[in-house]
């Protein structure tokens, strides 16, 4: 399977615990996106990558949140001291260098669930 | 910011077509996105429109009119399995490639 992926699929932690999400995208894809999606919400943006540059945060990324790309393929999401409101799902995408460079295409997410 | 607003839920017959409607407000208009979701599945991308006019792909087709910040995705012989969210996505030029998503419309497709 060639397409973004993503681990876990599921997660249930304990508030205050931290919690670390990996994404692979697909492979020369120099572009990754992470997002946040909650019921009946559309996703919204959290971070973007371009290669193992972080260009873009959101204000929704507080300083519990960190994202990084150490060598421009995988990127890992981390929040620390997770709180229930962190409930949600976690999505990643990616996109190509250029040409169809407008696509995004999406992993399947992992949803967090914190107790 | 962007204000992207799309109805919440729409009811078709199979066999029919319906169309979703999808407002915005942007600063730096830089393309209009449609995807699709089932429920507990990821986002899967549909049309993308920059320019006015109607993209047409398959069963689905999407219009886009700038000076009006409208656009809409019509789907054409529905079918059972296009019941499924779609979302409404405006990039941003200030945004960088971040897409901006409405809280996207449940369609229910019924016999």
């Known amino acids: 399977d060639t397409g973004v992926s993503q681990d876990p699929r599921h997660k249930i932690t304990k508030r205050g615990q931290n919690v670390t999400f990996r994404c692979d995208p697909i492979s020369e894809h120099n572009r990754l996106y992470w997002y946040r999606q909650t019921l009946g919400q559309g996703p919204e943006f959290l971070t973007y990558?371009?290669?193992?540059?972080?260009?873009?945060k959101s204000r929704l990324l507080s300083n519990r949140f960190s994202a990084e790309r150490p060598k421009g393929s995988f990127s890992t999401l981390e929040i620390q001291r997770t709180e229930q409101g962190d409930s949600a799902m976690y999505l990643c995408?990616?996109?190509?260098?250029?040409?169809?460079?407008?696509?995004?295409?999406f992993g399947p997410g992992t949803r967090l669930t914190v107790t | 910011g962007q204000n992207i607003d799309q109805p919440t839920e729409m009811t078709a017959t199979e066999g029919a077509i319906v169309q979703i409607n999808c407002t915005y407000q942007?600063?730096?208009?830089?393309?209009l996105f449609w995807y699709q979701q089932h429920a507990g599945e990821a986002p899967t991308f549909l049309s993308y429109n920059v320019l006015d006019g109607l993209e047409e792909k398959g069963r689905f087709s999407s219009f886009l009119s700038r000076s009006k910040g409208y656009s809409y995705l019509l789907l054409k012989e529905l079918q059972m399995k296009d019941s499924a969210s779609y979302l409404c996505?405006?990039?941003?030029?200030?945004?960088?490639?971040?897409?901006?998503f409405g809280k996207g419309t449940s369609l229910l497709v019924t016999p």
């Open positions: 990558f371009q290669n193992e540059a972080q260009l873009e």
């Open positions: 996505a405006v990039r941003d030029s200030n945004s960088g490639y971040a897409l901006n």
């Open positions: 942007t600063s730096g208009f830089n393309g």
């Open positions: 995408a990616s996109s190509p260098p250029q040409g169809k460079n407008y696509e995004q295409y």
